[in-house]
């Protein structure tokens, strides 16, 4: 009986010596292992034999079939960790898009909005969005009891330092570094105590415009705003100013652009008036230029604000500022 199981041992290992693939090997299981492979079989003839021999004899054939049946696994398994390798190296197949992260639509439209002003002219400037009430405020002719600090509801930190409310401190800063000729632009962040909603975000960005020198009048702000408009919107864009008040500008005004989705005909986005309100402008407040240690009787200048988040809506016809905050790719994709 021995015989028998030696004869199966030696045949199977003889049979597998020379596999090559998993499809190879098939056959050989089905041969040895299956259901009526030489193994199975073989069992069936332990009611042949006396019954003294036949519980040794079932012993050995168990032990056969685990012994035939680990080879059979170690040898499918080799020949699946082969296949994965060729797969990994197979040089034909198609590449795979590498994921390419790409710039923020607002980041976009800074880039163009500093290009636009450094053409001009502008240099850049920064400063910092943790702000005192002095930059903030104070040296912006905007004292503690003045009435226009609530038309900038602010986040404070402690009773003297805050989130800027506008990136006007950056006028004081340059200034106080700077002696004239000044002329730049500070694009940055800004934050105020609003509620969200499809026109407000507790934080946007602006763009501060600053021009200090002899004999600076609104005629140059005019020109320049023009000139921007133009550079960003296409040359059929005017744009008028409105008388309007701000603490830090004498004269000051709003400026607008014509709608670009009507092209001034009037339309549900500029509630049929035919212009898009940009923002604030005017000549620099003489209580300004003294806060930053510049000669009121010597020089003149004008500055202006920009909402970056503005721009971009009108420029991608985005109805809603959240949606620049929320980080769905499905919409940061597009740009
Ligand atoms: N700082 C003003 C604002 O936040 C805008 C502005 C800037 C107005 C410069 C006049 C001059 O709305």
């Not at 299981?29 to 079989?41: N, Y």
């Not at 198609?94 to 790409?102: E, L």
């Not at 905007?142 to 003297?160: G, N, V």
């Not at 009037?266 to 509630?271: A, E, M, P, Y």
Request: aromatic share 12%; with cysteine; glycine share 6%.
């Amino acid at each position: 009986m021995n015989e028998i199981i030696e004869k199966i041992r030696s045949e199977f290992f003889e049979a597998i010596k020379n596999v090559k693939s998993a499809a190879d090997l098939e056959p050989i299981r089905i041969k040895f292992l299956g259901r009526k492979g030489l193994v199975s079989t073989s069992f069936d003839r332990i009611a042949e034999l006396p019954k003294e021999q036949r519980p040794l004899f079932g012993k050995a054939l168990n032990e056969l079939k685990r012994e035939l049946e680990n080879a059979y696994q170690n040898l499918q398994g080799d020949f699946k960790k082969q296949q994965a390798k060729q797969v990994q190296l197979d040089l034909t197949l198609p590449g795979r898009k590498p994921f390419a992260g790409r710039k923020h639509p607002l980041l976009k439209v800074a880039d163009e909005i500093k290009q636009i002003f450094v053409s001009l002219g502008f240099t850049i400037e920064d400063g910092p969005e943790v702000e005192t009430d002095f930059y903030n405020f104070e040296a912006l002719n905007i004292p503690k009891t003045h009435p226009a600090r609530d038309m900038q509801d602010t986040l404070y930190i402690t009773e003297d330092i805050l989130l800027r409310t506008h990136t006007s401190p950056v006028q004081i800063r340059v200034m106080q570094r700077q002696k004239p000729p000044i002329q730049m632009i500070a694009p940055g962040r800004v934050y105020r105590r609003d509620t969200p909603d499809a026109s407000h975000s507790p934080f946007f960005h602006q763009v501060e415009g600053l021009v200090v020198d002899k004999g600076i009048t609104f005629a140059d702000l005019k020109g320049v705003i023009q000139a921007f408009a133009h550079r960003m919107f296409g040359p059929d864009i005017k744009v008028r100013f409105r008388p309007s008040f701000f603490p830090f500008t004498e004269p000051s005004a709003e400026y607008d652009f014509t709608c670009v989705f009507c092209q001034g005909q009037g339309c549900r986005v500029c509630k049929n008036t035919g212009w898009m309100e940009i923002s604030g402008a005017g000549m620099v407040h003489p209580n300004v230029f003294k806060a930053a240690g510049v000669d009121p009787e010597k020089y003149t200048g004008y500055a202006f604000g920009m909402g970056i988040d503005r721009i971009a809506m009108i420029k991608y016809a985005i109805d809603d500022i959240r949606i620049f905050f929320e980080n769905d790719v499905r919409f940061l994709n597009q740009f």
